[in-house]
């Protein structure tokens, strides 16, 4: 079973690594030469596109500030902190490191929010030189502001954290929970890698997915064991056939409500933080729905067997139809669903799906029309699975009515499929539906019987059908028909009680038999095609077979 759970944790991790790398999609705009300590090369920042990002701007400094922190340049970095005289280097290349962590975790709002001008936002109460880059939250629920201040050398201008907010530095970054942890992971580990993620950071998070595969896997099969021994006192297949059927995705469930807490501990940063939370969410979403698609094939399958559907075949017919159409349904709920929970405009996309079904409405017409015949059947029932029908010319079993076609199993063990869209339009018949069988036919006997043998061999065929209790007594029929070419023929019209075609097979054959017994019995045989020619001699019709007299 763990050799399931890492097939199933393989594509599960796939799909991460896809989000992942759709997540990189944004792109960052020109390159930007930023202010620089003496010493130092120049730093490449890259706005984002959407927005002009102005030389000297409040955004521009912060994001050379990461820029460095994110390459690990935490001594370059101390550029852009205010520190108080007399701090060592060593002193401020740590502040910068603090710093850092502090805004990948607790920034708020995002950078996106800070003023993209050179001369800040001059509408937020403060001085013309001072300006808020966002706030720190605490846990206390509160939030302390992040401050800059301009600088300026008479060529260029940049922004640097006052004073008072490198003070806070400290408290802020012992308010992450991790300090310990962070001083004690080599300087390399620390450096920031993909997304914005430090090289350790990666390191847990890789290491992770086995142990959130171990423990979600344990936690299922506590939740199995609990169910177990639920379902195991109510009468039913829940325990056999319920449980084994909700195993994958309530293992899915129990791994990903792992997933949160487990990687809470790491402080990522609130970009990262919040993709992997909707993740998270969106897995959560699809072993939901999962979860309902399976319950929906085990009230299927229950149903199927159950003995009053079984004496309703138009039901019968009509719950694999609605379990598919069902399926369909949540499957396409799950989607709209999953993509909420990533965030992608479901609204938007919905309403694009409103302007552009007519498009996809006028190329799958023949589907929508296939699936509209199939609910067509369900509710008309012309036939059912299993019934022996004939619609045209194909004759055979129906196999099964999907959403898009019929398939009809023939007596030659071909498959025919034929389009649900189409047997609205086309003759059918079900042998099925038959309440009784008739046997109909015609039989000769020979010109040499005579009235009172033709009266006996009637009354004692009829007799013999009235007294038979397989044959249906309203309408019993045995006439003397016709004077045919070479046959006395007599009509035969009965109804035998039964709809299993092998048992009329052999009533037919009874009924057969009795007959040859019956005009036997009565001195007379049946016809075959004969005929006699007569020849005219001398104007005379002779027989053939007496001799033609000779002159």
């Known amino acids: ?239 056999v056939q319920l449980l084994p059927a909700l195993r994958a995705p309530l293992y899915l469930l129990c791994m990903l409500s792992l997933a949160i807490p487990l990687t809470a501990r790491l402080k990522l940063n609130t970009e990262v933080d919040g993709f992997i939370g909707a993740l998270v969410k969106a897995g959560l979403t699809i072993g939901v729905f999962w979860t309902l698609m399976r319950l929906v094939g085990f009230l299927e399958d229950y149903l199927q067997h159950r003995r009053w559907l079984s004496e309703s075949p138009e039901l019968r017919s009509l719950v694999p139809l609605g379990a598919r159409s069902t399926k369909v349904l949540l499957a396409l709920l799950a989607i709209i669903a999953t993509l909420g929970q990533l965030n992608y405009p479901v609204t938007t996309l919905l309403g694009a799906l409103g302007i552009g079904g007519i498009a996809v409405a006028l190329g799958a017409q023949k589907t929508l029309s296939n699936w509209i015949g199939s609910v067509a059947i369900a509710i008309d029932r012309p036939f059912h699975v299993g019934d022996w029908v004939k619609i045209q010319d194909v004759e055979g079993t129906v196999e099964g009515i999907g959403l898009r076609s019929t398939r009809v199993r023939t007596f030659d063990r071909t498959v025919v499929a034929i389009p649900n869209s189409s047997l609205s339009e086309i003759h059918t018949e079900s042998y099925s539906a038959r309440d009784r069988i008739r046997l109909s036919f015609r039989f000769g006997v020979v010109y040499e019987t005579t009235a009172p043998q033709m009266r006996a061999i009637i009354q004692e065929i009829e007799a013999w059908l009235r007294q038979h209790p397989k044959v249906w007594q309203e309408t019993v029929v045995v006439r003397f028909a016709a004077l045919g070419d070479f046959a006395l023929e007599i009509e035969l019209q009965a109804w035998f009680l039964t709809t299993d075609m092998e048992e009329f097979r052999n009533l037919r054959q009874e009924t057969l038999l009795a007959i040859m017994d019956i005009v036997e019995r009565n001195a007379s045989s049946f016809a075959f095609p004969t005929q006699t020619v007569y020849h005219a001699d001398g104007g005379k019709w002779l027989h053939p077979l007496r001799p033609v007299p000779r002159d």
């Open 1 to 239: 079973m763990l050799r399931a759970v890492l097939h199933g944790w393989f594509h599960i991790a796939l799909a991460l690594a896809c989000f992942l790398v759709g997540w990189t999609g944004y792109s960052q705009a020109q390159t930007r030469l930023m202010p620089q300590a003496p010493g130092t090369q120049p730093v490449d920042t890259t706005p984002a596109a959407s927005t002009k990002v102005e030389a000297g701007s409040p955004r521009e400094s912060m994001q050379a500030f990461l820029r460095l922190t994110g390459h690990g340049d935490y001594e370059s970095a101390t550029f852009f902190l205010e520190l108080p005289a007399g701090e060592s280097s060593e002193r401020g290349s740590e502040l910068a490191e603090r710093l850092k962590a502090v805004l990948d975790r607790s920034l708020s709002p995002s950078l996106e929010e800070v003023s993209p001008l050179a001369t800040g936002n001059l509408d937020d109460g403060l001085p013309p030189d001072r300006d808020q880059a966002g706030a720190v939250k605490l846990r206390s629920g509160l939030s302390d502001p992040i401050r800059l201040v301009r600088r300026s050398d008479g060529r260029r201008t940049w922004w640097i954290f006052t004073a008072s907010s490198v003070k806070r530095i400290d408290a802020w970054y012992d308010e992450l929970g991790a300090a310990p942890l962070r001083d004690w992971i080599p300087e390399p580990l620390r450096r920031a890698g993909p997304f914005s993620i430090q090289w350790w950071q990666w390191l847990i998070l890789l290491g992770l997915i086995p142990v959130m595969v171990l423990l979600g896997s344990i936690l299922g099969r506590v939740v199995l064991a609990a169910l177990h021994f639920v379902l195991r006192r109510t009468p039913g297949p829940w325990e």
